[in-house]
C-alpha cells in the first residue's frame, strides 16, 4: 500500500462553496494528478476508479473525482470522511485500488424524515444518492437533500443476497432493493436505478410515506422496501 495526507474540500482554494457543499455529499475525493494519472492508467476495470482508504482500524472506498496540482501526496476527501476516519491532521492514510462486487440490496437509516415533506422528495432522495459510488455497512454517510444534509447509517450491504460484512458494494449502473429501518411508516416496495443515457437514476418513491386524508405527506411507521 501507498500513503496520502487528508485534507478537507475547505481547504482547496479553487473550490467554489457551491462545488464543496455538492462534494461533501458524497465519496468522491480530489487526488494529486500524478496519482490520479497513474491510477488511471492502471485500471483493468470498466467501473469507476474505486480506492480504499485504511486508516488505524477505520476503512472507507472512495471515487475519484478530479485531480489538483498541490503535492503529489495529498488527497482532498468529504469532511464525513474526515471525521469517520477520526483523521488526525498531517497523518498518513494507507489506501490501495479495489474492485468491489456489484451489491444488489442494501438496508438503511435516515437520521431524519424531512424530505418526506418536500414537494419533490422523489428527485431530492434519487439525486442524493447518485453521488455515491459504492458502500460500506457500518458508515454514516451524508446525502444532500435540496441543499439539506441529511446523514444516512448503511446498517446491512448484500451481494446476490448474501449478506456483506466489512466488504464495499458497487451500486451504480444497477438494480437496487432498500430496506429502511425508521421510525416512521414506509411501504415497501422495490427501488430501482434506471439509466437515462450516461446517468444512472433511482427511483425513491416507494420511500414516501401513504397520503392519509389529513395529511398527504404525513410518514407513518414503516419498516422495509423491497
Known sequence: ???????????????????????NSSNGIILSKFLFEYLNNANTSEKVLIIGLYYNTKKIYVNILDSHNDNDNVAYVPQWIYEYLNYKEDSLVNYMQVYPKLGNKIKIKPRGDFYAYLDDP?????????????????TIINININGIPLEVEILETYINN????????????????????????????????????????I????????????????PGIGRKLG
Open 1 to 23: 500500500m501507498n500513503n496520502i495526507i487528508l485534507k478537507t474540500f475547505y481547504l482547496h482554494e479553487s473550490l467554489s462553496d457551491e462545488t464543496i457543499e455538492k462534494y
Open 122 to 138: 422523489i428527485t431530492a432522495l434519487r439525486n442524493g444518492f447518485e453521488e455515491y459510488s459504492c458502500l460500506l455497512n457500518g
Open 162 to 201: 448474501q449478506k456483506i460484512v466489512n466488504q464495499p458494494i458497487y451500486i451504480r449502473g444497477i438494480e437496487l432493493e432498500v430496506d429502511i429501518e425508521s421510525d416512521v411508516d414506509i411501504e415497501s416496495k422495490e427501488v430501482k436505478e434506471e439509466n437515462y443515457q450516461e446517468e444512472e437514476k
Open 203 to 218: 427511483d425513491f418513491s416507494s420511500m414516501l410515506p401513504e397520503p392519509t386524508q389529513n395529511n398527504p405527506k404525513f
